[in-house]
């Protein structure tokens, strides 16, 4: 496996399981959900702006993935006005 689609495999794979997490948490309780995202997006937004260590491709990958996932499913929320 050649390591750009080793990065593209983590990326899927961490946006789908964090992207099924935060939608079961949207189902049940879409007002908490829309809070915890939002908190959470703040601080990944911030760890993106911190690379001084150098996380590297992969690492980047997965921070990239989990932000994507968060973004998604809080659009989502706000598509449906709730």
Same mark, same amino acid.
């Given at each position: ?9 983590r990326?899927?794979?961490t ?6 997490? *935060?939608s079961? *948490?949207?189902?049940q309780?879409p *007002? ?5 995202i939002?908190?959470?997006l703040?601080? *990944?937004?911030i760890r993106q702006g ?13 921070l ?5 996932a968060h973004?998604?499913v809080?659009?989502?929320?706000n598509?449906?006005?709730?």
């Amino acid at each position: 496996m050649s390591m750009t689609a080793y990065i593209e495999e983590r990326y899927d794979e961490t946006f789908d399981s964090v992207y099924t997490v *935060l939608s079961d *948490l949207a189902q049940q309780d879409p *007002l908490a959900a829309r809070r915890q995202i939002s908190q959470t997006l703040k601080s *990944l937004y911030i760890r993106q702006g911190n690379d001084w260590t150098g996380r590297g491709a992969i690492g980047n990958a997965g921070l990239d993935a989990s932000v994507a996932a968060h973004e998604a499913v809080l659009a989502e929320l706000n598509g449906k006005g709730e």
